[in-house]
């Protein structure tokens, strides 16, 4: 008998709650959510739903955590999770670089001067448009990831350009197939075990005006196993020592990617980032020594790590359908986080604005869009009197859900509202059906 059975209050108050690690940092919980000293219930009746906030100071301090496990390394934010003007801001203030992959996240990255010589430009199939902005830009790196691309590159640029070549290290992250970037045979660089790699080392090397400054590697995304990113540094000082022996180059920079696993669900665990530095600062430095390489600076690119847990959204409850399966639908879905049909993703959610004395029961959040697969989250636990109007927060949106969403059924998509010391500032604006239709010019 737990306490929670003897003060039936007490159980509901403990349902309600979240685990706090899923939430910003900021957040305090009574009935409804506060972030950042502003409660989420004003910013949905202030901004309409669905909404997305994003806390500043844990996305800050997220930088901050990186910096201090690593200061050794240069930590460059994978803008792919969320690109926009005020984290890009926000980072470049915490001393980060940036990794881009687009001429269009290089313009967001222009719009706010973050500097050249922190940006690496990413790509697997980067279009003559992305490479002419990339030089365009200045003094950026560029990751190269196919022999075309290197011709392309060498042929194009007008001073020296400094790359890292992209390597498959063969390392399988175990995670979902989808965000599995570092096996062998898949679109992503150069296969080390083909030696597809050392190939394209020396196509780089065959033009003066490219300068090999770095090898890179990603093995992908919500990886768990520390182990894993110290295989792929192994392999990586491996094929460093083959290029230092075979062509006499000393590579100086060793590129690990990101993939740091964020916790989505209370019985998800947080990534150990300290233990992942000490670990990989060892492997690194026992591999560099026993091959009699130089140790390169180290690389590394999280996104999701950075401003995942930064981020809540908040809907509105539009219906309830009780069955078998009781549905909540809510007035966003698919279009704002495609996450649990892609991946299979799986998210937690409260109820906010209200308190329930009703009794929690399993339900399926779903969406608004015409798909059988468009659920926001799988048997949470929500009270039995949930009504239309209700307000739903979810945690763990801050990345690839504004990065990843789209105009299905022609859906605005919501805004993002930056939340700071008890203000809120829009970020990023809602989307009207204006927008919608100025590019339909036909
Ligand atoms: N570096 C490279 C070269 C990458 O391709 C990625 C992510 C990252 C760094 C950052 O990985 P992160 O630390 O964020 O896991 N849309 C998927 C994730 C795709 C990741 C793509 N690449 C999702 O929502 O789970």
Redesign the pocket.
Same mark, same amino acid.
């Given at each position: 008998v737990t306490l929670a059975d003897i003060l039936p209050t007490l159980a509901v108050s403990l349902a309600d709650k979240v685990p706090a690690h899923l939430w910003p940092d900021t957040t305090t919980q009574d009935d409804d959510l506060h972030v950042a000293g502003v409660r989420l219930a004003s910013v949905a009746a202030t901004f309409g739903t669905p909404v997305t906030v994003l806390d500043e100071t844990t996305v800050r301090a997220r930088c901050r955590a990186f910096r201090t496990a690593l200061p050794e390394a240069e930590v460059t934010y994978?803008g792919? /999770?969320l690109s926009c003007r005020a984290v890009l801001r926000w980072i470049a203030e915490e001393g980060l670089s940036l990794?881009v992959c687009s001429a269009g996240e290089l313009a967001v990255a222009r719009s706010v001067n973050f500097p050249a010589s922190r940006i690496l430009v990413?790509g697997n199939a980067k279009t003559p448009d992305d490479l002419k902005a990339a030089l365009a830009y200045g003094d950026v790196r560029i990751v190269v990831d196919s022999l075309d691309e290197i011709d392309h590159l060498a042929a194009l640029a007008r001073t020296r350009q400094r790359v890292l070549v992209r390597v498959t290290p063969g390392v399988d992250a175990h995670t979902h197939r989808a965000?599995t970037?570092g096996t062998d045979d898949q679109k992503f660089g150069f296969s080390l075990a083909t030696g597809a790699a050392s190939e394209a080392v020396r196509r780089v090397l065959s033009h003066p005006n490219l300068e090999l400054t770095g090898l890179h590697c990603?093995i992908g995304?919500?990886v768990r196993r520390v182990a894993s990113f110290e295989l792929a540094a192994r392999r990586m000082v491996d094929l460093i020592a083959g290029l230092r022996r075979d062509h006499g180059v000393t590579i100086h920079e060793l590129d690990l #990617?990101? #993939?740091?696993a964020v916790p989505y669900l209370p019985e998800d665990d947080p990534f150990d980032l300290t233990g992942y530095a000490t670990r990989l600062r060892v492997a690194l430095h026992y591999e560099c020594q026993s091959h009699g390489v130089p140790v390169p600076k180290l690389i590394i690119?999280? #996104?999701?790590?950075i401003v995942a847990t930064a981020g809540v959204t908040v809907y509105r409850v539009v219906t309830v359908k009780r069955g078998p399966t009781t549905f909540v639908a809510v007035d966003g879905g698919l279009s704002d986080n495609p996450?649990p049909s892609l991946?299979g /993703?799986r998210y937690s959610v409260r109820l906010i604005g209200r308190t329930s004395p009703a009794r929690r029961t399993p339900m399926t959040v779903v969406g608004r869009h015409c798909e059988a697969g468009d659920v926001v989250a799988t048997d949470v636990p929500l009270p039995a009197d949930i009504h239309a109007g209700d307000l739903l927060a979810v945690p763990c949106t801050g /990345?690839?859900h504004h990065s990843?969403a789209s105009n299905y059924n022609q859906v605005c998509r919501p805004p993002l509202i930056g939340l700071h010391n008890g203000t809120s500032t829009v970020l990023v604006r809602g989307e009207t059906e204006e927008d919608l239709l100025r590019r339909d010019v036909g």
């Amino acid at each position: 008998v737990t306490l929670a059975d003897i003060l039936p209050t007490l159980a509901v108050s403990l349902a309600d709650k979240v685990p706090a690690h899923l939430w910003p940092d900021t957040t305090t919980q009574d009935d409804d959510l506060h972030v950042a000293g502003v409660r989420l219930a004003s910013v949905a009746a202030t901004f309409g739903t669905p909404v997305t906030v994003l806390d500043e100071t844990t996305v800050r301090a997220r930088c901050r955590a990186f910096r201090t496990a690593l200061p050794e390394a240069e930590v460059t934010y994978a803008g792919k /999770a969320l690109s926009c003007r005020a984290v890009l801001r926000w980072i470049a203030e915490e001393g980060l670089s940036l990794d881009v992959c687009s001429a269009g996240e290089l313009a967001v990255a222009r719009s706010v001067n973050f500097p050249a010589s922190r940006i690496l430009v990413h790509g697997n199939a980067k279009t003559p448009d992305d490479l002419k902005a990339a030089l365009a830009y200045g003094d950026v790196r560029i990751v190269v990831d196919s022999l075309d691309e290197i011709d392309h590159l060498a042929a194009l640029a007008r001073t020296r350009q400094r790359v890292l070549v992209r390597v498959t290290p063969g390392v399988d992250a175990h995670t979902h197939r989808a965000i599995t970037t570092g096996t062998d045979d898949q679109k992503f660089g150069f296969s080390l075990a083909t030696g597809a790699a050392s190939e394209a080392v020396r196509r780089v090397l065959s033009h003066p005006n490219l300068e090999l400054t770095g090898l890179h590697c990603h093995i992908g995304s919500q990886v768990r196993r520390v182990a894993s990113f110290e295989l792929a540094a192994r392999r990586m000082v491996d094929l460093i020592a083959g290029l230092r022996r075979d062509h006499g180059v000393t590579i100086h920079e060793l590129d690990l #990617g990101g #993939g740091f696993a964020v916790p989505y669900l209370p019985e998800d665990d947080p990534f150990d980032l300290t233990g992942y530095a000490t670990r990989l600062r060892v492997a690194l430095h026992y591999e560099c020594q026993s091959h009699g390489v130089p140790v390169p600076k180290l690389i590394i690119e999280p #996104g999701r790590s950075i401003v995942a847990t930064a981020g809540v959204t908040v809907y509105r409850v539009v219906t309830v359908k009780r069955g078998p399966t009781t549905f909540v639908a809510v007035d966003g879905g698919l279009s704002d986080n495609p996450r649990p049909s892609l991946y299979g /993703a799986r998210y937690s959610v409260r109820l906010i604005g209200r308190t329930s004395p009703a009794r929690r029961t399993p339900m399926t959040v779903v969406g608004r869009h015409c798909e059988a697969g468009d659920v926001v989250a799988t048997d949470v636990p929500l009270p039995a009197d949930i009504h239309a109007g209700d307000l739903l927060a979810v945690p763990c949106t801050g /990345a690839y859900h504004h990065s990843l969403a789209s105009n299905y059924n022609q859906v605005c998509r919501p805004p993002l509202i930056g939340l700071h010391n008890g203000t809120s500032t829009v970020l990023v604006r809602g989307e009207t059906e204006e927008d919608l239709l100025r590019r339909d010019v036909g």
